[in-house]
């Protein structure tokens, strides 16, 4: 009976973990479509200037509290994506507002804009984060398609693979943590 039961949950594992590589991508591409939205230049001067805020109020923290900020803003991102039924739309507009950013990067300081972009693959950062949101969207499909057939979710599951995502997040932003340098 156990063994059966681990079994059941191994293979419910691996069927998520088939689709993590697809959810980093659309997560990657959606950022870069987000970086060549057209819009004025008003809101990525406006975009920047919160971007420059939020960045320098980062720095002039200790360590500790810059790992802090930065996991929290980013749990908080990852528990929206696990949300069941809305969960890619609130990834969609995540990604997409991060482009932006970046693009309003580009703009302000004079850099080009598929740099940042290559920048932004090479980070492990970048990769560390994508898969823990790419567990937390995986999640809000198995969630969302439990709750469609009225099905029982295996929760026991699903706070595991959160708290792996969170483990990930807060690798992320310690590494992030490192990058960002005191004014």
Avoid at 15 to 31: K, Q
Avoid at 38 to 46: A, F, G, Q, S
Avoid at 109 to 128: F, G, I, K, M, N
Wanted: proline share 4%; with cysteine.
């Amino acid at each position: 009976m156990l063994h059966s039961l681990a079994m059941e949950e191994l293979a419910a594992l691996k069927e998520r973990m088939r689709v993590y590589p697809i959810f980093m991508a659309m997560l990657l591409a959606m950022t870069a479509a987000g970086s060549l939205m057209p819009v004025p230049h008003e809101l990525l001067r406006n975009r920047y200037a919160q971007y420059s805020e939020y960045y320098k109020d980062v720095a002039k923290r200790r360590f500790e509290d810059r790992v802090y900020s930065i996991f929290f803003n980013s749990l908080g991102a990852g528990v929206l994506m696990m949300t069941p039924i809305v969960g890619p739309f609130f990834a969609a507009q995540m990604c997409l507002e991060a482009g932006l950013t970046l693009r309003a990067v580009a703009l302000a300081e004079y850099r080009d804009l598929e740099l940042l972009l290559l920048a932004l693959l090479l980070a492990p950062v970048t990769w560390s984060e994508m898969l823990a949101y790419a567990i937390a969207l995986t999640e809000s499909v198995w969630l969302s398609k439990a709750l469609i057939r009225r099905e029982n979710a295996n929760m026991a599951l699903t706070a595991s693979l959160l708290l792996l995502s969170s483990a990930l997040l807060l690798l992320s932003a310690t590494l992030e943590a490192l990058y960002i340098t005191a004014p």
